[in-house]
């Protein structure tokens, strides 16, 4: 397409036309899961965001080098440089090794984001498998004079870096307003400032996950893994970093402060940050009773919700709201949903079997075009979804034999809701759905012909009986020149 593709860029806080650094290739970090627990709908939007945004670019014939990592080390309870790591104290709860924590949850999460259709990254790197990329950055950070050992641990000078650059440019925070608003912990007298992030922490001596290090036996603070695994795998400047707003500040901050310490460049040229997820207007959290993980959506087994949502309703869900919106979650909105996606995917069925005629009574170009629009306006995908149906509309039409199409028509027709609503929106027919839907089909097909045979038979009252009961059950029967057809209400 010869239309350019707009992306909010969080730096700037503006729309900025996408011009890759060295086109066509596109590099693209998303920063994943902390795998001490399973997934929940917080992981499902940065996942289903940047699939869309993965599978629009590969669309528009870029090839991308998608990086998503897995944060399994360093990551303490509350954010913070003390505390306990949260695998670590996990492990400790259920008497297990930290990598068998982290390998059962990666294999849940995994299974998660299959479930929800999301493509698999190009390289999903740990962070305990780049201790060494990790260390050799804190070193480089040192060298720069822009971190400081304090009692075996390495932390991050932040005062110092903001005299050459701007610590939080990214957020829009003032390093003045940080000072006077940050109170002194305990245990955090070995920083200069209150402020200051850990690059490297000396582990404590019941801590069970540690390396050896020049500073001390420790590991790798939270931050730093991003900034180290990105530039391994994308350069020490890449295209697009994404992640939820909740990472904003601290974690993309420190990111960018780190980067540039170590590598003297601006590591990001667009970043991108999904909006939050509320339940029923509520922020998710355990204490709240509505934390909800997402095999609890697919099994409807949490007490907050009425039934079970499919993966895919879940994923029309959080498409249906563009992706830097607040997105807000309740069982009427789903059901809605639900609902929606039934009419989309049942249209999409129907289009397969529509016949082309001589002329077209509707105009389907401008349908196609619509959904381009919409995604190079910062993958506004809602604006996609009405686009389709709109669609949906008129292959009903044609259907009931009001409104008809030629083939190029139809084709085109296809061709749009094969690409937009298969490969870019990542929608689907789910297997289960699937099964059930031919068996629906087959029943259907019985159905119609014994009211054939008792309409052929001049048995009106039975064929009219077949045709209300249909009716009350959500199911119209239209009599065409072909033979009866029929569709949910």
Not at 79 to 97: F, P, Q, T
Not at 316 to 336: H, M, V
Not at 454 to 479: H, W, Y
């Amino acid at each position: 397409m010869e239309n350019k593709l707009f992306i909010y860029n969080t730096l700037s806080r503006k729309k900025e036309v996408f011009e890759p650094i060295n086109p066509p290739h596109v590099g693209m970090y998303v920063c994943g899961p902390t795998v001490y627990g399973d997934g929940h709908l917080g992981h499902a939007r940065p996942a289903v965001t940047f699939d869309l945004v993965f599978r629009y670019l590969q669309h528009l014939g870029y090839k991308v080098r998608y990086v998503r990592n897995i944060t399994d080390v360093g990551h303490l309870e509350n954010d913070a440089d003390e505390g306990e790591d949260k695998i670590a104290k996990k492990a400790r709860l259920e008497a297990l090794e930290p990598m068998e924590v982290v390998q059962y949850f990666t294999d849940r999460y995994h299974k998660n984001m299959e479930q929800l259709n999301v493509l698999s990254p190009s390289i999903e790197p740990r962070a305990s498998g780049h201790i060494m990329e990790q260390m050799k950055m804190a070193e480089d950070i040192l060298a720069a004079g822009m971190a400081y050992e304090s009692g075996g641990s390495v932390y991050f000078d932040v005062e110092k870096y903001n005299k050459q650059y701007h610590y939080g440019k990214l957020s829009g925070r003032v390093l003045e307003d940080l000072m006077s608003n940050t109170r002194e912990l305990d245990g955090q007298d070995e920083k200069h400032n209150p402020f200051d992030f850990a690059l490297w922490k000396k582990a404590q001596p019941e801590h069970i996950m540690r390396w050896p290090s020049r500073w001390s036996d420790g590991f790798p603070g939270w931050h730093l893994e991003c900034s180290a695994m990105s530039t391994r795998y994308l350069g020490e400047r890449f295209d697009i970093h994404g992640g939820g707003m909740d990472l904003l500040f601290p974690h993309h901050e420190s990111e960018i402060a780190q980067s540039v310490a170590a590598n003297r460049t601006e590591p990001v040229k667009y970043w991108m940050h999904n909006n939050m997820i509320t339940i029923n207007g509520q922020k998710m959290g355990k204490s709240l009773g509505n934390f909800i993980t997402l095999n609890e959506f697919f099994s409807g087994s949490h007490t907050a919700l009425t039934q079970a949502y499919s993966p895919m309703t879940i994923r029309f869900f959080i498409l249906q709201a563009q992706y830097r919106s607040t997105l807000d979650f309740s069982n009427e909105a789903l059901q809605g949903a639900e609902k929606g996606l039934g009419r989309l995917m049942g249209a999409w069925q129907t289009l397969g079997k529509l016949r082309p005629s001589d002329a077209s009574t509707v105009d389907v170009s401008a349908i196609r075009q619509s959904c381009y629009d919409a995604m190079n306006d910062d993958f506004n995908s809602p604006v996609v979804i009405a686009a389709l149906f709109e669609a949906a509309r008129i292959i009903n039409l044609v259907n009931d034999g009001r409104e008809t199409l030629t083939e190029a028509d139809l084709a085109l027709l296809k061709e749009t809701f094969n690409t937009f609503t298969g490969d870019i929106l990542g929608l689907k027919t789910e297997a289960t759905v699937s099964g059930e839907n031919e068996l629906v089909e087959n029943l259907m097909q019985l159905i119609l012909e014994l009211r054939k045979n008792a309409r052929s038979a001049k048995d009106f009252a039975t064929a009219d009986k077949i045709r209300d009961e249909l009716t009350r059950a959500g199911v119209v029967v239209k009599d065409t020149k072909d033979g009866a057809v029929w569709s949910r209400e």
